[in-house]
């Protein structure tokens, strides 16, 4: 398959805007829990430099400033990703369409292939249908031609042969004990439905072999 040159670029993107937020969202969280101590150490400050007839000290107080600076830098900054990145990727809509069209054209000459293969598969299944049918039909003019007759002189029952190795083209599902090579509705549901043979397809598979 093509490399997807612009998928790729853009996952590229998004893995690195994670990488940033998650960076950033660790530094905000950090930044926070600073700014509650330091808030904190202001205010004590502050008290004390009431007992002790002191001026409070202005460092605690810059730093505090500072630091809420940096959270809003950096929440301003987090907040921002989300809008580069969409930025980014619209930039790449025509690009996207162009590897998406050829993407599915590719898929569909791999389907084209494979459902001819699947078509070739019915069209033989249903050649032995066939085949079974005047198989059968023959066999029972032989047997009516060979035996109805002379089962009758020596006083043998009857026997139609028209019930002997019978299929049934309108079996709705397989029967434990009456299996058949026949295709069956649920068979085919249980394939395209749920990906694998039924348990009796699965129990018989060489039930006509030697």
């Known amino acids: 398959m093509k490399e ?3 998928i790729k670029k853009i996952n590229n993107i998004l893995d690195k805007a994670e990488k940033r937020k998650e960076k950033l969202a660790a530094r905000l969280t950090t930044l926070q829990a600073d700014e509650k101590a330091l808030f904190e150490a202001v205010q004590d400050d502050f008290n004390a430099s009431i007992l002790d007839e002191r001026e ?8 505090l400033e500072k630091l809420r600076g940096e959270i809003e830098n950096t929440s301003f ?3 921002q990703i ?6 980014e990727i619209e930039k790449q809509k025509e690009a996207v369409q162009e590897e998406r069209k050829e993407y599915l054209a590719e898929k569909g000459e791999e389907f084209r292939q494979f459902f001819d293969e699947l078509n070739e598969a019915k069209l033989a299944y249903l050649s032995k249908v066939i085949e079974y049918k005047n198989k059968h039909t023959e066999f029972e003019r032989d047997f009516n031609r060979t035996f109805r ?3 009758k002189r020596v006083g043998l029952r009857e026997i139609d042969p028209s019930y002997q190795y019978q299929l049934h083209a309108f079996q709705r599902m397989q029967v434990d004990g009456h299996y058949t090579p026949m295709l ?3 068979e085919i549901r249980e394939a395209f439905v749920e ?3 039924t348990r009796l397809t699965e129990k018989n598979k060489a039930a006509f072999k030697k």
């Open 149 to 151: 007759s002379i089962s």
């Open 184 to 186: 069956t509705p649920d």
């Open 195 to 197: 990906g694998k043979l």
């Open 82 to 87: 989300d809008a580069v990145v969409k930025n």
């Open 56 to 63: 409070p000290d202005k460092k605690l107080s810059s730093d």
């Open 77 to 79: 900054q987090l907040s």
């Open 4 to 6: 997807l040159k612009t």
